[in-house]
């Protein structure tokens, strides 16, 4: 699935509620939010700190997930492309940042 087909289902997902696209300033606290409920499931993973026996269980892919759709929610209510939007930013990880990190091959030779 494209990100314009994931945009897509999330509008139409969303377009059935009155409520419609929540506000730029609260789709950003929704997804400060998201990130830090991935954050915990992180480090519940990986860190020091283990779940409490009470906790429900979420999965990292969840939170990603969850996280990606208030992105989706983010950039159809601003009428941003996201595929665009990411071509870009790959361009200038590509041009700015091309000689910024050692490459595998350059460490092989």
């Known amino acids: 699935m494209t990100l314009k087909e994931m945009g897509k289902q999330v509008d139409e997902y969303i377009s ?9 300033l ?6 400060t939010e998201e990130a830090g409920e991935l954050a915990r499931e992180v480090n519940h993973y990986y860190g020091e700190k283990p779940k409490r026996s009470d906790e429900a269980e979420n999965t ?21 492309d996201l595929e665009e939007a990411f071509k870009a930013m790959m361009h200038k990880f590509n041009t700015r940042d091309a000689n910024r990190w050692t490459k595998k091959e350059e460490i092989d030779s």
């Open 26 to 31: 609260a789709l950003m606290a929704r997804l």
């Open 60 to 80: 990292i892919d969840m939170e990603l997930a969850d996280c990606l759709f208030i992105l989706l929610c983010f950039a159809n209510s601003l009428d941003i």
């Open 16 to 24: 059935q509620f009155k409520e419609g696209y929540f506000s730029p």
